[in-house]
């Protein structure tokens, strides 16, 4: 592999796309497709008690962490942002990263940084990258697949096996609910901890798993629980965290890791939260108690379809298992496909019922998407059923980029949207179900003879006298019209939490509802008006003079 002539002289600019994001326009952006993950292709169909919030671009930010040259990193710029950037950063290496869908601002950028930057080597990463031909497509030097820290150090003539170093991140910002902004606090925030990319259980459909690899690989960037536990010791320290989202696609499946974590823990008394993904195969590794030792707070769980024939869920009792997590405490974020090849208009939406039917803290829905780059992609393409669709809109959250054995392309949008609009209906507000899922695991562990273990749900349970029942009254009065089954499910959980944190909690309820139930009709006014967010843009600097 080459590298670049000034080493690790080079000045480089780290980009993401550029906004606006959640429009429609010539470069691909779509109204339907924001820059936040949860109205995106979580709690979309909610209205104002969708959770909204923005995460930062991870992997330039572990890039630049990892690089001793003087860097920049440019997150969520607008085009004049870009523009003034490459005017007078006189950089010589521009990386930009983005996903498939935004394939046409990454060639707007390239063809940018050859007019303002003529002397800048392009270089473009991210699942964007996994287009086969897409090097006819874009003016780029470069196209790096897969992980790019040791790309990039290979580039500039350092060390491509030195250890990890990890940035501080916090896994969300900007979070908004029922029409009000929390506060910017880190120690009411999780720190992201990025432990490997890639995913062994290689899924057809999962781009994360083709990207880094396929089945069976990923890259480890910390290998024990020791230097896991260094890192988030660290972490705690200096950004005042205690809870932790893990970027990992089946962090659980390391049972050593997870195990030698967990004594670390106990032996230096951390009582820490952990966001974490895991597949059903990697929670049978593991009883309820060590679930809740280790912190397991929050679990985004591929529950795809009971006919499915993913190895993950063989054997598996889904509906019993989501309901002993949630029993202890433990947060779910289902996470099921529309459109499998088995399913037709006859059967979908039994399925999509029995998916409801988990009662999710959340739930995803997404269709079956055949992405660049996928197993699925290469079978469909050979069988000749892709249809011609622009690539702005494969995101799995519009309607199916190939042709299906049973199912339409325009039904497959109209199934989508009903089961978001499904679960509204049926399990009610995100917001209310976290409320009663800390609350069971309050009640189940509120004296459990570990201090460490009373001491993290004491922590998590904090909000739900402090001021979820402000929430928690707005809802219920919000709803009382609309779906009164879920409106008087509300009251009975203010009524039980308020009954347990006693008169503090009910005069704080009757004293925040009715503000919190105007801020949440004022927000559903503002969104049918097709108001929509927007991420700040933010600039990094590492390494830099002048």
């Given at each position: 592999m080459e590298q670049h002539p000034k080493g690790t002289q080079a000045r480089v600019?780290?980009?993401?796309?550029?906004?606006?994001?959640?429009?429609?326009?010539?470069?691909?952006?779509?109204?339907?497709?924001?820059?936040?993950?949860?109205?995106?292709?979580?709690?979309?169909?909610?209205?104002?008690?969708?959770?909204?919030?923005?995460?930062?671009?991870?992997g330039i930010m572990m890039i630049q962490t990892n690089i001793s040259a003087p860097s920049t990193v440019l997150d969520f710029p607008t085009r004049a942002d870009f523009a003034r950037e490459l005017a007078s950063g006189a950089y010589d290496i521009v990386g930009i990263s983005s996903i498939i869908v935004n394939v046409g601002k990454?060639?707007?950028?390239?063809r940018m940084v050859r007019e303002l930057s003529p002397q800048s080597v392009i270089i473009v990463g991210g699942h964007v990258a996994a287009i086969p031909g897409l090097q006819h497509m874009i003016d780029a030097d470069h196209i790096?697949?897969?992980?790019?820290?040791?790309?990039?150090?290979?580039?500039?003539?350092?060390?491509?096996?030195?250890?990890?170093?990890?940035?501080?991140?916090?896994?969300?910002?900007?979070?908004?609910?029922m029409g009000v902004k929390s506060p910017e606090k880190t120690s009411h925030t999780a720190a992201t901890i990025i432990p490997s990319v890639g995913c062994p259980m290689g899924c057809n459909f999962c781009?994360?798993?083709?990207?880094?690899g396929g089945k069976g690989k990923f890259t480890n960037f910390y290998e024990t629980g020791q230097e896991l536990f260094e890192v988030m010791s660290e972490m705690e320290r200096t950004m005042n965290v205690r809870s932790f989202f893990v970027m990992d696609e089946n962090f659980l499946l390391n049972r050593p890791r997870a195990m030698e974590l967990l004594a670390l823990m106990k032996q230096h008394h951390k009582s820490w939260s952990f966001y974490v993904f895991s597949s059903v195969n990697a929670l049978r590794k593991y009883t309820m108690e060590e679930l809740v030792e280790l912190g397991i707070s929050w679990l985004w769980m591929g529950l795809e379809s009971p006919h499915s024939r993913y190895k993950k869920l063989e054997g598996s009792d889904t509906l019993k298992l989501t309901h002993e997590l949630r029993q202890h405490g433990i947060k779910l974020l289902g996470s099921t496909i529309v459109g499998l090849e088995h399913h037709t208009p006859e059967n979908i939406q039994a399925e999509i019922e029995y998916a409801i039917a988990h009662q999710t803290d959340f739930h995803q829905f997404m269709l079956y998407t055949p992405v660049p780059g996928t197993p699925l992609h290469a079978e469909m393409l050979e069988q000749g059923r892709m249809l011609d669709v622009d690539l702005a809109d494969i995101h799995g959250q519009y309607k199916f980029n190939f042709q299906h054995a049973a199912i339409s392309r325009d039904d497959s949008k109209k199934f989508l949207d009903w089961a978001f609009c499904r679960d509204f209906e049926v399990n009610g507000p995100s917001l209310y179900r976290i409320c009663l899922t800390t609350f069971q695991g309050w009640m189940r562990h509120k004296n459990h003879p570990d201090p460490r273990i009373r001491e993290r749900f004491e922590w998590e349970a904090r909000n739900?006298?402090?001021?979820?029942?402000?929430?928690?009254?707005?809802?219920?009065?919000?709803?009382?019209?609309?779906?009164?089954?879920?409106s008087a499910r509300v009251h009975a959980l203010r009524r039980d939490i308020e009954n347990e944190f006693g008169s503090f909690t009910k005069w704080v309820s009757r004293l925040v509802g009715p503000v919190l139930l105007w801020t949440t009709k004022r927000e559903q006014r503002r969104l049918l008006r097709g108001y929509s967010y927007e991420p700040p843009v933010i600039v990094e600097r590492r390494n830099w003079a002048g």
């Open positions: 600019l780290l980009a993401s796309v550029f906004g606006p994001y959640a429009r429609d326009d010539e470069f691909g952006s779509r109204a339907i497709n924001p820059m936040e993950l949860y109205q995106n292709q979580v709690t979309r169909a909610q209205g104002a008690f969708s959770l909204r919030m923005f995460h930062r671009s991870w990454v060639r707007e950028m390239c790096v697949r897969g992980e790019g820290i040791a790309w990039m150090r290979r580039y500039l003539g350092e060390n491509p096996e030195a250890p990890i170093r990890h940035p501080h991140i916090v896994s969300g910002f900007g979070m908004r609910v781009t994360t798993s083709s990207f880094f739900l006298w402090k001021g979820y029942g402000g929430a928690l009254w707005a809802m219920e009065h919000r709803l009382k019209k609309s779906n009164a089954e879920i």
